[in-house]
């Protein structure tokens, strides 16, 4: 029984970087037998040889450099700018009864829109630059960081509230002491798919008209029938949206330490 | 200071629908006293020490601190809750959770330093202070809870049931260091537990509330020795008595008293 638990937590360990590696090395056969066999052209898909060749040519280009600051610089200031305004919106919502209903109106209505369908009436007001993108995506990203936050205030312990009136503390420090820090687990597990929808959409703005950005290079590689550097530049938006997520995954856990011991 | 329940009553709902927890009831702790209150589920107990905290509003009646009508929490209260693990803050550290129980009395850094240090050193924490609540076993958890009803000097300490959560050694070392403190900070207690032993052994005066709806059943006076002891006082023929007396109270209510 000892042998077999201590097996299986092995496994545990050592189970998902083999599974990653074993998935990656499959994945990259299917890739080159799916060229061998000419199953989809050459133009439209090259081979991982060729597109892992390509890496130094995009990671070279100042364009591309630069257009990743960008929508670096696009994705952080929506989510800090909506991580800010959704999280108060939802203290001051959740604190007034009488707010809760038509905040939760509100809330459906709007998040039923999708952000991109915006994105040319973004151009229209805002026209090709930073503040276009940043206002579409924030208007992605406020919706499910809102949704948390009244979400994770709803889960504060009642018990806590009673012990903050009875320690006669005023409105802004119950906000302070107990109700965000009650609500932080859920906020940011919010922010954290914040991150994910505000770097799609401002991606999906680079590629619908915006001047800069990782989005506007690609789009240049496609005009220019250099695929494999389209493939490469994807690849490395991919590998640095896993990096953020583990980051932020780690953050998160460092954050909020007792919620495993609630 | 003495706390004054004035005719006080508290229902649920309204009309044909409205439920009474506590039926009229007048009661007085008086200053440095130690009352238990005791009584079987669904009694009203918890609801009575609620609005003696200024937590809850009477139905009707008024509550007072001194000659103070109490509206809401009062200064010079403080509360020990039943859970400690929901009570205390687990994103503060132990000395955290103390030092912001002292915001409201607006004290100099200095001065509250050294109260959150005595606090600690009077519940046997001395040194704990940068430990989590999660970190600690219930037993130490209850003791900061203890903490820091104390680190503001209160005049008057409201339990509500604090030791329901622990185990009985726990509970027989929480009881004597609650009996300890109690003399060091002159504070008066009015103490809410469902176990009857318990009621006897920390109280001066003992008020039995009986259920449905909640009303006081009898009040009696504990004459044990002080300081108290978890085996002499026990072994006592007037506590044998008097735990007698609350368990017919509480367990039997309809049953007349025995010569």
Redesign the interface.
């Known amino acids: 029984m000892q042998t077999e638990q201590a097996t299986v937590r092995g496994a545990g360990r050592a189970g998902p970087v083999v599974l990653g590696v074993a998935g990656v090395v499959s994945l990259l056969l299917l890739w080159q037998l799916l060229g061998a066999l000419d199953v989809v052209p050459r133009s439209s898909l090259p081979g991982p040889w060729s597109v892992l060749g390509a890496l130094p040519t995009i990671l070279s280009d100042q364009d591309f450099l630069a257009g990743a600051l960008d929508s670096a610089a696009a994705t952080g200031l929506t989510v800090l700018v909506g991580s800010l305004v959704a999280v108060a919106v939802g203290l001051v919502a959740s604190s007034f009864a009488f707010l809760q209903r038509p905040t939760m109106v509100v809330v459906n209505t709007f998040r039923s829109v999708p952000a991109t369908a915006l994105i040319p009436i973004g151009v229209l007001i805002f026209g090709l630059g930073m503040q276009m993108k940043v206002s579409i995506a924030l208007y992605a990203v406020v919706w499910p960081i809102l949704i948390n936050t009244i979400y994770g205030v709803a889960t504060t312990?009642p018990?806590?509230r009673?012990?903050a009136?009875?320690?006669?503390?005023g409105w802004w420090?119950q906000q302070a002491?107990?109700t965000l820090?009650s609500a932080?687990p859920s906020i940011l597990t919010g922010v954290r798919v914040a991150v994910g929808i505000a770097l799609v959409v401002v991606i999906s703005t680079e590629l619908l008209g915006a001047r800069y950005g990782v989005g506007t290079v690609l789009v240049q590689y496609t005009q220019a029938s250099r695929p494999e550097v389209v493939y490469a530049g994807v690849l490395l938006l991919g590998t640095a949206g896993a990096l953020l997520f583990s980051a932020l995954v780690r953050a998160e856990r460092r954050l909020?330490?007792?919620v495993h011991?609630? | 200071m003495n706390v004054v329940v004035d005719r006080v009553r508290k229902s649920y709902g309204r009309g044909a629908e409205a439920r009474e927890v506590l039926t009229e009831t007048s009661l007085t702790v008086r200053s440095q006293e130690f009352v238990s209150i005791v009584g079987p589920s669904g009694c009203g107990k918890s609801t009575l020490l609620?609005m003696m905290?200024?937590?809850l509003k009477p139905s009707s009646g008024e509550i007072r601190l001194g000659d103070e009508p109490v509206t809401?929490?009062p200064?010079g209260?403080?509360?020990v809750?039943?859970?400690y693990?929901?009570?205390l803050?687990?994103?503060?550290s132990v000395r955290r959770n103390l030092t912001?129980?002292l915001?409201?009395s607006r004290l100099g850094k200095e001065e509250q330093r050294s109260r959150v240090e005595h606090a600690l050193e009077s519940v046997g924490l001395a040194g704990k202070g940068e430990m989590?609540p999660?970190?600690m076993s219930g037993g130490m958890q209850q003791r900061v809870a203890i903490a820091r009803a104390l680190v503001t000097e209160p005049t008057v300490m409201l339990m509500d049931e604090p030791f329901a959560a622990v185990d009985a050694q726990t509970r027989a070392d929480l009881e004597d260091l609650v009996l300890r403190v109690r003399h060091e900070y002159d504070v008066t207690v009015a103490f809410v537990t469902h176990d009857i032993d318990e009621s006897v052994y920390m109280a001066d005066r003992i008020v039995v509330l009986a259920a449905n709806p909640g009303r006081i059943a009898a009040d009696l006076t504990v004459d044990l020795p002080r300081p108290r002891d978890q085996v002499e006082t026990k072994l006592d023929a007037r506590f044998a008595k008097l735990r007698s007396e609350v368990f017919r109270l509480v367990m039997r209510p309809d049953t007349p008293a025995s010569a």
């Open positions: 312990e018990m806590r009673d012990v009136r009875s320690l006669r503390w420090r002491l107990v820090p932080l909020v330490r007792w011991h609630d | 609620m905290a200024g937590l809401g929490p200064a209260l403080s509360v809750f039943q859970d693990s929901r009570s803050f687990p994103w503060m912001t129980a915001t409201a989590y999660w970190q």
